[in-house]
Structure formats: C-alpha cells, structure tokens
C-alpha cells in the first residue's frame, strides 16, 4: 500500500499531512529513550517507573491522534487497538509504577498483570479483525496463522518454555503470568505474520509488526529472567518492552496508516506459501528434537511429549490447510468441467443460430423498411422510392417524363380522441382496417407508407394533378365509412394534402411541401382536400420568419404595452385601464395583434410574453391606483391558464410591485375554455377561483358571441362581463334596434347575478347615450381614447372629466 506521492491529493479519509515525517521523529527520539531504558533502572527504580509510564503515556497519545488524524475511528479493529494501548498504560502506570514501585502493593502488581493480559486480548482481536479482511476466507486465515504459530512455537517451547519450566520448578518461583505472555505473544505473532504474507505489507503494519517481535522478544527474556530467579530485569526484556510502544505509536503517525481501511488481500504466489509451511513442517520438529539435548540437561518425560503434541498439532492444521486446497481444486475443477459444458452446449447453440441467421437478417431487413403495426412501408422506404422516382430516368439514359410523380399526405382527424377514450389497442386495431382499405386502392407500381401515428402517405409516379386529387376524393370517400371494432362503431374523417404536377429535386423538399397543402387542409376545418401551391410555402415561411422575430421581440425591446381607459358614463371619470400589447419590429411596419397573438399562442411564446405584459402593467397600474385608485385589466390567453405555475406568477407581480389584488382584473374569453377537455376545464376554473380568493377579480371578454355564454356565467367564477363591439356597432337601423335590446338584456342579466358590465369599442357619443340609457355604467373605446402609453395615460388623469353623457 502505497502512501501519497508528493504534490498529490492525501488518500481518502484523511487530513492533509503537513509534518509527513513526524512519525519518524518519534520513532527516533522513542527509540533513544527505549535505549536507555536500562541505565535508568539501574540508577533508581522510581525514575525508571517515571520513564516507563512516561514513554507509555506519549504512545499511548500519539496511537489516539494518529486515529483522530486519519479517521481510523470508523475501523473496529483500531478502536480495539487505541482501547487495548490505554489499557496497558493504565494497567502499567497505576498497578505497577505506581502500585508496585511506589506503595509496594501485590494487589495493584495483579491489577497491573490482569490490565496487561486483557491489553494483549484487545489487541489480539484487532488482528483477527484485520485479518479478516485478508485471504480468502476467515477459517483459511485462521488455519494460515495456526501453521505459522505453531511452526514458531515448537522452537520457542524448547529453547525457551521448557528451559524455564525447569528452572521454574527448582526456584519455586510464580511463573504462571510470565508464562501466559509468550504463548499470547505466539498466537499474535501468528496473525501478524499472516497479515504480512497476504496484504502487501504497508508501512504501517511493518512497524505494527516489528512492536509485537519487539515485546515477544521481551517476554521471552522476562520469562528466562523469571525462570532463573532474578532480581533484575534483563536489558533486552526492557529495551523489547519499551521498543513496543514506540513502534506502536509510530505505526499510528504513519501516513500510509490513512489507507488501512483499504488493506485487501494482495496475490501472492501458491508457490511461495508451500515452500514457507514445508520450512516449518520440516526445520521446526527437527530443530527441537536436535537442539533440546543441549538446553534441557535434565530430561522430563513430559519433554518428548511436548515435542510430540507440537509435531502433531502442526501436521493437523497443515492437513486441513491442504484439505481446503483441495476443496478449492475441486471446486476449480468442477467449474472447469462446467464450463467445458457450458461451451459443447454453446457450440451447439451457434449452430442453431447459424441456421437461423439469415432468416433473422431477412426479417430485420423487412422491418427497417416496414411498419410493424400494418406491414407497410416505413418512412425510409417511402424515402428511398421518393430517390429512385425523381433519379431514376436519368439513370436510365431516357428523357425524365414530362409529369412528375405526385405525393398525397393523409391524415386522420380525431384519432388523437379515439386512442384517448377507447385506449390504444382499439386505436392500433382501427389504423390496422385503415391500411387495409388503403392497400385496396393502391394500384401496381403505387408506394403506400406510414409515417407514423395517423399519418400515411402515397406515393404515385408520373401522376397529374387532377388524378391525384381524384384519387384523393376516393380516398376520403372510402375512409368515411364507418369501422367495427368489436362493440363500437367508430366514423371518421381524413385531411389529405396533395403535391402534384411541382417539380421538386429531393425527398425531403416533397415531404416538406405535402405537408405544408395537409396542413392547410387540416386548417381550412379537417375533412379538407388541399393542392399543394407555392404561395403556402411563401405563407409557411412568413409564419416561420414572425415566430423567428416574436423570439426575439423582447430581447430587442420590440415589445410596447399600451392602455385604453374604461369610463364611467355617469360622471365621465376613468375608473379602469385595459393593457394592450404591441408589436413593433424594429426594420419594418407594426404586426397586429390579431397576427402575432396566434402564433404566440401555438409557439408557446405566449407564456414569457405574457409574464412580461403582467409585470409591466403592475408596474404602471401600482402608482395609478395610489393616486386615483384605478384598476388594470390584462388579457390572459388559454395557454397561460394552462400554465402550472401561472397563479404563483400572477401573485409574486401583485407583491413584487404593491399592488392591491382587487386592483387587478384578469380577462379570459369562453373560447380558451371551449378548446380544453373537461377535467382540463376544471382544473383552470380551480386556478380562477384560487385567484379570486386572494382578491383578484375576473372578467369574461365578447360575451355574446359564443354559443355557450349564459353556461359559462353559471359555472366561471367571473365578475365582470365585457360586451363585444358588434351589440353597439350595428350596420342598419333594424340591426341596432335588436342590438339595442340583446345589450339591455345583458346587462339586466348581469345585474341580477350581481355581475358588473364594461361594452366595448364605443366610438360615438350617440353610442354612449344609447348605452347609458339600457343602464350600462361602464364603457371603452375611441371615443374616449385610443390605446395610450402610460404617460399619456397620466395625462387624460390629471385633465377635466368627460361631460355627462346623460
């Protein structure tokens, strides 16, 4: 495991490394104290305890930081390390330096060596914990540092254990706590050696490793020492002990410590462990059985014994690491065979489906260029005989036909609704028996194509204009009829556009011109037959170039809003304003509303446009309605009602500019509502109704020209009703006397439903007195004053009121 290079960013996890090397520094200056360990016993014990807690205590600290530092909290297996170190410094410092050195106490001695055993049990499991994560499984790991410990051990028994028994028994001395510590010490130098073998030894676990040699080394000399009955404690058994610490500490400074997280098993070769096991099933026995004469000058029958328990310990761990070897070949093996299955029955496999590959091939082909749901041709196809009509005589070396071949777009209208109410099962069904009747009229040499949904198109060479339109008829006769779809009977109606007898030069140039004559079919009102002529691509391309520009028109501050005032006939005084939106393109004359209105509206420019009008006219209406308390009426189109975050719009303008929300009038007309289905109806008078809760108030403009007023002044929840222009602008006298009498019951209406009313376009002053005298209060138009700016509007504000018109 790598630590970070130079200039890079530190692993994940931990901190930026500002002093990389102070593991290094207390490595060393640790070391130099741990050396001089013995020479500070041999001048006093006190200061030798001050030394040992001292520099047990500072590695106690530098374990905590190097865990706070690189976040080794998160890890159980450094928790039990940071906890396991603390133990054995609390156990050192309060039962031996300061129970047994200073108060001379064999409660606090035991204290100290029960602390220092479940010290040595903590950092145990933080190995095994470690080597969990190492290896191919936590029984394998366990085998591996058995064979590695018991290798070690039949050694150490005889050169060490033994000899020490021995004495032991001759002195008389307690040996049973410096006993326990090597054989503690054997089985974490197992796990040890084991992490070292399979993790890639990172420098962290070499120093990690190199502090439990250092404190096996010690307890051995301390049992030796123990064993003989000194006094003293040896050099080495000091130097060992306190080496731990410090190498302990200096694991945890480490930086590459950082990555513990990450220890994984790193490969190693099968080859390598074999020999290293071989080594000590091989060298350990022999090396006790040779080496015991020359330690062990008085023989104990338990002796050959011991050496005997050792050999057989060691030979059944190495049995069941080899038995896991084999279950591990076997299991290879097998995965093997079923692999070797697997590719005959593969083998066979591609036979089959080299047998069956062309015919896969065939049918994708098929369907590339085909319609799944009716079998006939595709766009692409009707593209490529598009090509070949257009370039095929001049392939051919012949003169082109003097007829070009004429192209027929059809449409279905009002699919949209059978697919919407009956489901699209009955709707696949149905274009199904389309296509069928269609493929009855086409003759040899005719290319009939779906271009998707309820679009189909034919294809005729070389046909005139009058046959194709005959055809067409044909066509929309024939699809009249009505279809049986199991218990429904379902009629419809076709647009066809027709491009005949027009010299194109590509398909894409046919396409676009046939559907340019469908879409004007389907505008002249559906159920339309309409010949392609070059003034409908003129007409397309100005209807593009005003969508191009009304992109644009606010950016380029083309935009104006202009306000015409509602008077009160009464006294002649303003008590409203209606905002008007403008278009004037900077490099040409004024567009009309009733032109760029529409094309807002389908483009969906009419939403920004109309945020834009409503900012701008709460602006403008904020200080009218502070000095004269004027309302502004703005119109509001279908589109923007259908907006979802329209009433949200509507209410941040009225607080982003203080206006009051009776201050302001929304005006809708019937037709937004006409065009939308009934749950989208709904949901809009929902949106009206929220607005009207806050105080914002409706109006429902040209009333009277719709068929279905008087229902909507039920359900809408409306409280102005604006009169169309044509109830007082009627061309003859008999047309104004009846006009005369629709306003008066208008307005008797309104009244009774507690409705105000506002008539539009009043241009003449007889206008006005016929108005005032069917009781209407309120009225707009040219003869007040034309669509103002809003400075004008200030003006008309601040001169006299208009006389009584009664």
């Known amino acids: ?36 360990g013995p020479a500070v016993a041999a001048v006093s014990p006190f200061l030798d305890a001050l030394l040992w807690s001292g520099l047990q205590g500072a590695a106690t600290l530098a374990v905590l930081f190097g865990i706070r530092r690189y976040r080794l909290g998160r890890l159980r297996s450094w928790r039990l390390i940071g906890l396991g170190i603390v133990t054995a410094w609390l156990a050192n410092t309060v039962g031996w330096s300061l129970g047994w050195i200073w108060l001379k106490s064999q409660t606090l001695l035991t204290v100290y060596q029960v602390g220092t055993l479940v010290g040595y049990a903590l950092l145990l499991t933080a190995l095994i914990l470690m080597s969990a994560r190492v290896g191919a499984s936590r029984w394998t790991g366990l085998l591996d540092s058995g064979i590695i410990t018991v290798g070690v051990a039949m050694p150490f028994w005889t050169f060490v254990i033994d000899p020490a028994i021995d004495l032991g028994v001759h002195s008389g001395s307690d040996l049973t706590y410096a006993l326990i510590t090597p054989f503690v010490d054997l089985i974490v130098m197992g796990m040890v050696a084991r992490l070292l073998f399979d993790s890639g030894r990172p420098p962290w676990l070499l120093l990690l490793a190199a502090s439990f040699a250092a404190i096996f080394v010690a307890d051995g000399a301390y049992l030796l020492d123990q064993a003989a009955g000194s006094a003293q404690t040896s050099a080495v058994a000091t130097i060992g002990w306190l080496a731990w610490s410090v190498l302990i500490g200096a694991a945890a400074l480490h930086p590459s410590v950082a990555r513990s997280a ?50 057989v310990v060691l030979a059944v761990l190495l049995v069941l690491r080899l038995n896991t070897v084999a279950r591990l070949a076997e299991t290879r093996a097998a995965d093997l065979d079923r692999h070797a299955d697997q590719l005959t029955l593969q083998t066979r496999q591609l036979s089959a489906a080299l047998h069956t590959q062309e015919m896969l091939q065939r049918s994708l082909a098929h369907r590339a260029f085909h319609d799944p749901l009716t079998g006939l041709a595709n766009r692409t196809l009707l593209g490529e005989a598009l090509q070949q009509a257009l370039s095929a005589p001049a392939v051919a070396g012949e003169p082109a036909p003097e007829t070009p071949p004429a192209l027929l777009l059809l449409d279905l209208d009002g699919f949209k609704d059978v697919n919407d109410t009956l489901g699209h099962p009955i709707g696949d069904d149905l274009l199904t028996q389309v296509a069928h009747r269609l493929r009855a009229l086409c003759e040899p040499g005719l290319t009939l194509a779906r271009l998707g949904g309820d679009e189909f198109a034919l294809l005729l060479p070389a046909t005139s204009a009058q046959v194709a339109v005959e055809l067409a008829h044909t066509i929309v006769e024939r699809l009249r009829a009505p279809y049986r779809l199991g218990e429904h009977e379902i009629y419809l109606t076709t647009s066809v556009g027709v ?28 159920n ?45 005084r303003i008590v409203a304003v209606e905002t008007l939106l403008r278009w004037q393109p900077g490099d040409s004359r004024p567009i009309p509303p009733d032109v760029f209105i529409p094309l807002a509206e389908e483009s969906g420019l009419i939403v920004p446009i109309g945020t834009w009008v409503l900012e701008r006219a709460c602006a403008d ?77 409706i109006a429902l403009d040209d009333f009277g020209t719709g068929y279905s007023s008087l229902a909507y002044l039920r359900i809408l929840p409306v409280d102005i009703v604006k009169i169309d222009r044509s109830f007082t602008t009627a061309p003859s006298a008999a047309d104004h006397a009846q006009a005369r009498a629709f306003t008066k019951a208008i307005v008797e209406l309104s009244a009774s439903l507690r409705l105000g009313t506002i008539v539009e376009g009043v241009e003449t002053r007889e206008q006005a007195v016929v108005l005032h005298q069917v009781g209407c209060t309120l009225a707009q138009g040219y003869l007040f004053s034309p669509p103002a700016t809003a400075r004008q509007i200030d003006n008309l504000l601040e001169t006299t009121p208009w006389e009584n018109v009664a």
């Open 1 to 36: 495991m790598s630590q970070t290079a130079p200039g890079m960013s530190p692993a994940v996890g931990s901190r930026p490394e500002r002093k990389p090397y102070g593991w290094l520094v207390f490595l060393a200056l640790g070391g130099l104290v741990a050396l001089s």
């Open 528 to 572: 339309q037959i309409t010949l392609f002529t070059p003034e409908l691509r003129s007409a397309r391309l100005e209807h593009s170039r005003l969508i191009a520009g009304l992109r644009q028109a606010l950016a380029r501050e083309e935009l104006a809003v202009r306000y015409q005032p509602v008077v009160e006939l009464d006294s002649g």
């Open 621 to 697: 209406a904020a200080r009218w309605h502070a000095r004269h308390g004027l309302s502004v009426t703005v119109n509001i189109s279908g589109r923007q009602l259908r907006d979802p975050g329209f009433a949200e719009t509507v209410l941040a303008a009225l607080e982003r500019h203080r206006l009051p929300a009776r201050a302001l009038v929304l005006e809708i007309t019937e037709s937004m509502l006409l065009a939308t289905t009934p749950a989208e109806t709904e949901r809009v008078i929902g949106v009206l109704q929220g607005l009207r809760a806050h105080g914002v108030r």
């Open 499 to 526: 491009l005949a007898e027009t010299e194109i030069s590509t398909p894409a140039e046919a396409l676009r011109d046939a559907d340019l004559a469908l879409y004007a079919a389907k505008a002249a009102g559906k």
């Open 262 to 311: 990450e220890l994984r098993a790193v490969p190693t070769a099968d080859r390598s462990r074999v020999t290293l096991f071989l080594a000590l099933a091989l060298i350990s026995p022999l090396v006790s059985s040779l080496g015991r004469p020359f330690v062990d000058t008085e023989s104990q029958p338990h002796d050959d014994m011991a050496i005997m328990a050792w050999t």
